[in-house]
């Protein structure tokens, strides 16, 4: 045999066992494949729940009440605060059913509903609006019937919209 024909013989042998090779990993470079698919899907994943918690951490904590005041004793109040980081922008309040009107702080309700049912621009962080509202014992019962159950609504917006 001549010298240019073993040199393609073994040339030839020596491309079959790299193919051999090659297909011996293939299954291999498979898994690694579809890990490196499912790594990159993961990290999607982590990314957009450290999106959602940067976003909700950074809406503002917006909640109404009715409480007592704690300067005056009986008297009830209606507070509207935000605890959160960032700015609350029309912040609406509404009342169901509306508070009592046959009080002699009637007009306070009725402006304090109105007011709140209209909207507030804007309400800072660390702030808190209060509107006086009467003697509890005027707002919330009469002597012979149950106390009545009060529902109270808040929407409002936050740099990411509003905010649950």
């Known amino acids: 045999m001549e010298a240019n024909a073993i040199a393609a013989v073994v040339a030839a042998v020596a491309a079959v066992a790299a193919s051999a090779v090659a297909l011996a990993g293939l299954p291999a470079t498979r898994r690694a494949a579809e890990a490196a698919r499912e790594q990159a899907a993961a990290a999607k994943a982590q990314t957009e729940i450290q999106l959602d ?14 409480q007592p005041d704690n300067k005056q004793g009986t008297v009830l109040q209606l507070v509207v605060r935000n605890d959160g980081p960032t700015v609350a922008k029309n912040v609406v309040v509404t009342i169901e059913p509306p508070l009592p009107k046959d ?16 909207g507030i621009r804007s309400v800072a962080p660390g702030r808190s609006i209060e509107w ?15 106390a009545p159950v009060h529902l109270v609504r808040l929407t409002a917006d936050g740099p990411y919209g509003p905010i649950d």
């Open 132 to 146: 006086s509202l009467g003697p509890a014992y005027d707002l919330m019962r009469k002597r012979d019937e149950p």
């Open 103 to 118: 009080t002699s702080y009637a007009e306070r309700i009725a402006t304090a509903e109105l007011r709140l049912a209209q």
């Open 53 to 66: 918690l940067t976003r909700s951490a950074s809406q503002p904590r917006v909640w109404a009440d009715l």
